[in-house]
């Protein structure tokens, strides 16, 4: 394609947008607006799968021994729990200990012991890590059975909870997705069908004197493209600047929280933005000119 036609094609876009100002503005609008939705919610749903992975992976099961049992009882559960498969890391805890953490917990509520005396309730226990997030259940049950074991509990009911809202956030983002990007390919395509409307002649002139069919559509498919990409530049702008504010205050008061950082996220998710928002624009100039071109 020579440069001259690709000049000829762009400069008839860019008078078709001029031309069509407000139709134009509510194309970008809408297409922004739906990008940006769409980059919210793929924000927050990244965020949540990272966020449950990292407590996964620190979750551990708590092996609560049962009162009266020898030091020679408790070494020898603890050396069975450390050859069950898939167990990377036994800890044992004395109650001495347990009371310490549990007072530390406390903190200048250690007044609430005072009834206790020198009464210590707690359990002597394990702290018991596995080499898989998915052994944690297994082999927690199989710890269980233990001759000496009370109890085994871990934290996979928390997981389960923030992996059903994943789930819930990614069912609704998508169901709104699909009817913001509906709604951005029909005002994208009613502003290029009003073009090619007010063009029937002039592209009917054209036709006859032998242009072919992609030397018309060029200029309605640039325009197109222009609307979409113009609307997922907004977008990307928007939401890396909320990030980033967003992630900074975060990291000032809550620095625990494991969000993703915002280099190279945020770029990726921005190339991704623009690359469908130019991809919605020329789908809608594709939907209009496919009824239109036979003028």
């Given amino acids: 394609m020579k440069i001259r036609?690709?000049?000829?094609?762009?400069?008839?876009?860019?008078?078709?947008?001029?031309?069509?100002?407000l139709m134009s503005f509510a194309s970008v609008s809408t297409v922004a607006l739906s990008l940006l939705i769409l980059g919210i919610f793929l924000i927050l749903?990244?965020?949540?799968?990272?966020?449950?992975?990292?407590?996964?992976?620190?979750?551990?099961?708590?092996?609560?021994?049962?009162?009266?049992?020898?030091?020679?009882e408790?070494?020898?559960?603890?050396?069975r729990i450390s050859k069950m498969q898939g167990v990377s890391q036994v800890m044992f805890i004395s109650k001495d200990e347990a009371m310490e953490r549990f007072k530390d917990r406390l903190g200048d509520q250690q007044s609430l012991l005072t009834a206790l005396g020198d009464t210590n309730p707690l359990p002597n226990a394990?702290?018991?890590?596995?080499?898989?997030?998915?052994r944690v259940k297994s082999t927690a049950q199989a710890i269980s059975q233990l001759h000496g074991v009370e109890n085994a509990k871990f934290g996979q009911e928390v997981i389960e909870q923030l992996f059903t809202l994943t789930k819930m956030v990614r069912i609704f983002g998508l169901i709104l997705i699909v009817f913001l990007a509906l709604a951005a390919l029909f005002i994208i395509s009613n502003t290029i069908r009003l073009t090619v409307f007010a063009r029937r002649k002039e592209i009917g002139i054209m036709k006859y004197v032998g242009a072919t069919d992609w030397f018309i559509r060029w200029p309605f498919l640039i325009e197109g493209m222009i609307l979409g990409?113009?609307?997922a530049l907004i977008?990307?702008?928007?939401?890396?600047?909320?990030?980033?504010?967003?992630?900074?205050q975060i990291y000032a008061s809550m620095a625990f929280l494991p969000l993703i950082p915002e280099n190279p996220f945020i770029h990726n998710i921005s190339l991704m933005l623009v690359l469908v928002g130019t991809a919605i624009g020329a789908l809608?100039?594709?939907?209009?000119?496919?009824?239109?071109?036979k003028v």
């Fill in 5 to 21: 036609t690709v000049e000829y094609f762009v400069r008839e876009a860019v008078v078709s947008l001029r031309r069509n100002g």
């Fill in 45 to 72: 749903v990244l965020n949540l799968n990272n966020m449950a992975s990292m407590l996964e992976s620190q979750v551990q099961i708590t092996v609560y021994l049962n009162d009266g049992l020898s030091d020679l």
């Fill in 74 to 79: 408790m070494r020898e559960t603890g050396t």
């Fill in 126 to 134: 394990f702290e018991v890590k596995v080499d898989r997030p998915e």
């Fill in 229 to 231: 990409f113009g609307g």
């Fill in 235 to 248: 977008a990307v702008v928007i939401l890396g600047q909320t990030y980033s504010a967003i992630t900074q």
């Fill in 284 to 293: 809608g100039s594709t939907i209009s000119l496919k009824r239109f071109m």
